[in-house]
T-cell receptor
Framework: GAVVSQHPSWVICKSGTSVKIECRSLDFQATTMFWYRQFPKQSLMLMATSNEGSKATYEQGVEKDKFLINHASLTLSTLTVTSAHPEDSSFYICSARVPVETPDTQYFGPGTRLTVL | AQTVTQSQPEMSVQEAETVTLSCTYD???????LFWYKQPPSRQMILVIRQEAYKQQNATENRFSVNFQKAAKSFSLKISDSQLGDAAMYFC????????????FGKGTHLIIQP
C-alpha cells in the first residue's frame, strides 16, 4: 500500500515553455500532497504543500506564479513549471501522507527529472 | 523554524558490519516526528524508520534501529549486518504539525558498503 506515482519520469523542454508534472496516490486518498525539489548531490527542499480543494501553500522564496500547483482531486496533484528556464532544471519529487494510518508519514513518488534547454 | 544537521557526508562500512549515521536537529516544537529515508541511485525515497518524539522507546525495524536522545536533540541510525543493498544516500528528516507540514531534511550521508 501507500504507492505514489509521478508522470513523466523525465522531461526535456525548451526555455520559455511550460511543463506539467502529475503526482498520483494509487491506493489511497491523499488530502495533502507535498512538492520537493532536489538539485544534484543536494538534499530535498520543500517547495509547497498542496491541499485538495484549496490553494497551495508555498515556502518562502518559491514563486507561486512560476510553480503552479493544482490539487483538484483526492488522488491527483499537478505541478506546472511556467516559462521554464535552464535554472529550473532539477529533480522534482512529490509525496503524500496517508491520513488515517500514519498521518505523519510521507510516501514519495519516484521523481521527475526536468531539463530545460 | 527547524534545522536538521547530518555531519557525515560519507560513511564506509564492511559488509556484515555495523554502522551508525548521525543526525541532530533543532526545534522549538514539542510534538514532532523524526524519520530516516534512504535514496538509492534510482532516487526513489524509501522510508527506513520513523520515531514519534513523545515515545521514549527507540524505534526498530529489523536491522535498522535508532538512538533517540530527545534532550540532546539527537537521532542516530544504526544499521546492523550491513548488506550491499544498503548502499545509498540516507536522509534524516523532521516533521511536525501532525503530518500537515512538509518535512525538513538534512543534507544526507552517502553510505558505501565494502564487500
Amino acid at each position: 500500500g501507500a504507492v505514489v506515482s509521478q508522470h513523466p519520469s523525465w522531461v526535456i523542454c525548451k526555455s520559455g515553455t511550460s511543463v506539467k508534472i502529475e503526482c498520483r496516490s494509487l491506493d489511497f486518498q491523499a488530502t495533502t500532497m507535498f512538492w520537493y525539489r532536489q538539485f544534484p548531490k543536494q538534499s530535498l527542499m520543500l517547495m509547497a504543500t498542496s491541499n485538495e480543494g484549496s490553494k497551495a501553500t508555498y515556502e518562502q522564496g518559491v514563486e507561486k506564479d512560476k510553480f503552479l500547483i493544482n490539487h483538484a482531486s483526492l488522488t491527483l496533484s499537478t505541478l506546472t513549471v511556467t516559462s521554464a528556464h535552464p535554472e529550473d532544471s532539477s529533480f522534482y519529487i512529490c509525496s503524500a501522507r496517508v491520513p488515517v494510518e500514519t498521518p505523519d508519514t510521507q510516501y514519495f513518488g519516484p521523481g521527475t527529472r526536468l531539463t530545460v534547454l | 523554524a527547524q534545522t536538521v544537521t547530518q555531519s557525515q557526508p560519507e560513511m564506509s562500512v564492511q559488509e556484515a558490519e555495523t554502522v551508525t549515521l548521525s543526525c541532530t536537529y533543532d526545534t522549538s516544537e514539542s510534538d514532532y516526528y523524526l524519520f530516516w529515508y534512504k535514496q538509492p541511485p534510482s532516487r526513489q525515497m524509501i522510508l527506513v524508520i520513523r520515531q514519534e518524539a513523545y515515545k521514549q522507546q527507540n524505534a526498530t525495524e529489523n536491522r535498522f534501529s535508532v538512538n533517540f536522545q530527545k534532550a540532546a536533540k539527537s537521532f542516530s541510525l544504526k544499521i546492523s549486518d550491513s548488506q550491499l543493498g544498503d548502499a545509498a544516500m540516507y536522509f534524516c528528516a523532521f516533521g511536525s504539525g501532525g503530518g500537515a507540514d512538509g518535512l525538513t531534511f538534512g543534507k544526507g550521508t552517502h553510505l558505501i558498503i565494502q564487500p
